[in-house]
């Protein structure tokens, strides 16, 4: 009977120990966890302001773009000459009206 009740105290401390390692594991895993998706959640923060700036840059460049044709075609007009106008009012206006050039 001894031996039967130290078996049993044994047994016990066990599976006291067992499950002390085991919560110890599971909090381990936990703060494992909750550094990760920490770290997960600062990397996509700073991908997305990665992405906004290279966003804005494009946007910036486009835009450039844009007022540099536009000053192009601006300058481009103010080269034509009276004689061209003319011409390509009088094509316009015979287009319109239907007469063949």
């Known amino acids: 009977m ?3 009740l130290e078996t049993e105290a044994r047994l016990e401390e066990m599976l ?3 499950r002390e390692e085991a919560a110890a594991l599971v909090t381990t895993a936990r703060e494992a966890a909750a550094a990760r998706e920490a770290a997960l959640a600062a990397e996509l923060d700073a991908l997305s ?3 906004e700036a290279t966003i804005a840059d494009e946007r910036h460049r486009q835009e450039r773009e844009l007022v540099e044709s536009a000053r192009r075609e601006a300058l481009r007009f103010d080269q034509t000459s009276p004689e061209q106008i003319e011409a390509l ?3 316009v206006v015979e287009r319109v009206i239907g007469v063949e050039p």
């Open 49 to 51: 302001e990665q992405l």
């Open 2 to 4: 001894a031996r039967l």
């Open 16 to 18: 006291r120990r067992a």
């Open 89 to 91: 009012a009088r094509y």
